[in-house]
């Protein structure tokens, strides 16, 4: 399983790519506009930290429209994956771009005929939004694991991007039901190493450690 940060903040990015298990990054304009920078600056100095897929939301709604912000945003790296909304715009951009080679993810998908027809489109990501499911009395687990099968019986090579991940237990969730990547903030990916028996473990084995020494 693929492991992204979800978030713009280029600090966070800094600190998460320390970790050495942070396979690329996703942003959206809501991300970007919480940096107070503008998109490409934040993309290009991304690209520089993480070497992996770098996710840059269009915001044209139309597809001829989107086609030409995503030349643009092609330019500024290699890493750079267009993401593009899941309306019938969006999705026709998608299979335009698929078909000149460029890499995809697309976005706010919400059902599972939503995520067929990004495969469809040759989309090489779809992002499926778990948490906003949730929130919204839906079960965002179930939505991955409908694509999951979807995607495997038809031999769908479209990557699954567990999205709108809120704590630890959706991130165990999607990898048990086949998700190929999960896209996390900080935060969240920071409690993945936590359990209070390693704390205590490695606290007593220093502590015997250190008696054994005097
Ligand atoms: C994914 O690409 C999105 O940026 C993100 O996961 C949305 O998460 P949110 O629902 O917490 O805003």
């Known amino acids: 399983m693929k492991f992204f940060i979800d978030t713009g903040m280029v600090e966070e990015i800094k600190d998460a790519a320390t970790w050495g298990i942070i396979d690329g990054v996703t942003t959206n304009p809501s991300l970007i506009a919480k940096t107070g920078r503008t998109q490409a600056d934040v993309i290009k100095e991304i690209c520089s930290i ?16 989107m086609l030409k912000e995503a030349e643009e945003i092609a330019k500024w790296h290699d890493n750079v994956v267009i993401k593009l909304p899941l309306t019938v715009d969006g999705i026709a951009a998608c299979k335009g771009l698929s078909d000149l080679g460029v890499k995809t993810n697309v976005t706010l998908c919400f059902s599972p005929n939503q995520a067929l027809l990004a495969a469809k489109a040759g989309a090489t990501y779809i992002s499926p939004f778990i948490g906003r499911l949730d929130d919204n009395g839906h079960d965002g687990m179930a939505l991955i694991e409908e694509i999951r099968t979807i995607y495997d019986n038809y031999g769908y090579q479209t990557q699954i991007l567990a999205a709108s991940i809120r704590h630890a237990t959706h991130v165990r969730d999607a990898a048990l039901v086949g998700a190929d990547v999960i896209t996390a903030p900080h935060g969240v990916l920071k409690t993945l190493y936590k359990h209070p028996l390693t704390d205590n473990g490695l606290e007593a084995f220093l502590k015997d450690h250190a008696n054994s020494q005097k």
């Open 50 to 65: 993480i070497d992996g897929p770098i996710s840059a939301e269009v915001i044209a709604t139309d597809t001829a429209g």
